[in-house]
């Protein structure tokens, strides 16, 4: 009886042992500053488990092309896309620009004094260039702006704000480090871009495979350690 118990025992753990192939997009910047170790670190604790995971920017048709699961960050609100939605973590922003754009520049006081500096930007689905700042005493204001880049490729527009080409609205994860070391500079401390929101999109929690199911664990539980890059003039 007790062997008997033991291989149903061995029987059920290998059942319940994530296994299969889990296919995934997430964009190329998100995965170079962040998702690619987790992938690593995931795949290694799960040996049976094999990864197609898709480098994209576009917003993909995740049902369509046959996905488990995207990774993305947006803004709120979020749209309703009528795919189930799990919540990893957040995305602080900071304006950022480089030291020489802004001895070209007076450095702005106000948010409305960035109206007189020239912009880079991600793309934007609606083509509306917008930043939604928060600020001192609860104040909020929003502040269009024209780009003179729009790309949807992060590593442009690091590359673009760091020559000095406009300022430029960069999730801690990316040019934190280019803060802290001096490439860039906060453009106006005391007034913040709201957080962007690092989540999953799926078809349906039920009859999620179990190696999707403990991807997502998997990496909800580990972005909670993530240590952003954080200037010091940077008041979360």
């Given at each position: 009886?007790?062997?008997?118990?033991?291989?149903?025992?061995?029987?059920?753990?290998?059942?319940?042992?994530?296994?299969?192939?889990?296919r995934m997009?997430c964009?190329p910047?998100?995965?170079?500053?962040l998702v690619?170790?987790?992938?690593v670190?995931?795949?290694e604790r799960?040996?049976?488990?094999?990864?197609?995971?898709?480098?994209?920017?576009?917003?993909v048709?995740?049902?369509?092309e046959g996905?488990d699961?995207?990774l993305?960050v947006?803004y709120p609100p979020?749209?309703?896309?009528?795919l189930t939605?799990?919540?990893?973590s957040k995305?602080?922003?900071c304006l950022?620009?480089?030291r020489?754009?802004?001895?070209?520049?007076?450095?702005?006081?106000s948010?409305?004094?960035?109206?007189?500096?020239?912009?880079?930007?991600?793309e934007?689905?609606?083509?509306?260039h917008l930043?939604?700042l928060?600020?001192?005493?609860?104040?909020?204001?929003?502040?269009?702006?024209?780009?003179?880049?729009v790309?949807d490729?992060?590593f442009?527009?690091r590359?673009a704000?760091?020559?000095g080409?406009?300022?430029?609205k960069?999730?801690l994860?990316?040019?934190?480090r280019d803060?802290?070391e001096?490439?860039?500079?906060n453009?106006?401390?005391?007034?913040?871009p709201?957080?962007?929101?690092?989540?999953a999109?799926f078809?349906?929690?039920r009859g999620?495979l179990?190696?999707v199911?403990?991807?997502?664990?998997y990496?909800?539980?580990q972005?909670d350690?993530?240590?952003f890059p954080?200037?010091?003039?940077?008041?979360?």
């Amino acid at each position: 009886l007790v062997e008997a118990e033991a291989a149903q025992e061995l029987i059920d753990r290998s059942r319940a042992e994530p296994r299969g192939c889990v296919r995934m997009s997430c964009p190329p910047g998100l995965i170079y500053f962040l998702v690619a170790p987790l992938v690593v670190q995931f795949m290694e604790r799960y040996p049976e488990v094999n990864i197609e995971l898709v480098a994209t920017s576009r917003r993909v048709d995740v049902i369509k092309e046959g996905l488990d699961l995207a990774l993305r960050v947006r803004y709120p609100p979020l749209e309703d896309s009528g795919l189930t939605m799990k919540v990893l973590s957040k995305s602080p922003q900071c304006l950022m620009a480089s030291r020489s754009l802004l001895e070209r520049y007076p450095k702005p006081e106000s948010p409305e004094d960035l109206a007189r500096l020239p912009s880079i930007d991600f793309e934007q689905t609606d083509g509306q260039h917008l930043w939604c700042l928060d600020g001192p005493e609860g104040r909020s204001v929003q502040v269009h702006h024209k780009p003179r880049l729009v790309t949807d490729d992060v590593f442009t527009l690091r590359q673009a704000a760091i020559a000095g080409l406009g300022v430029v609205k960069m999730p801690l994860i990316v040019g934190g480090r280019d803060l802290i070391e001096g490439r860039l500079v906060n453009v106006l401390p005391g007034w913040l871009p709201r957080s962007g929101i690092f989540h999953a999109v799926f078809p349906s929690r039920r009859g999620l495979l179990p190696a999707v199911r403990a991807f997502l664990d998997y990496v909800s539980e580990q972005v909670d350690d993530v240590d952003f890059p954080v200037p010091e003039d940077y008041v979360i």
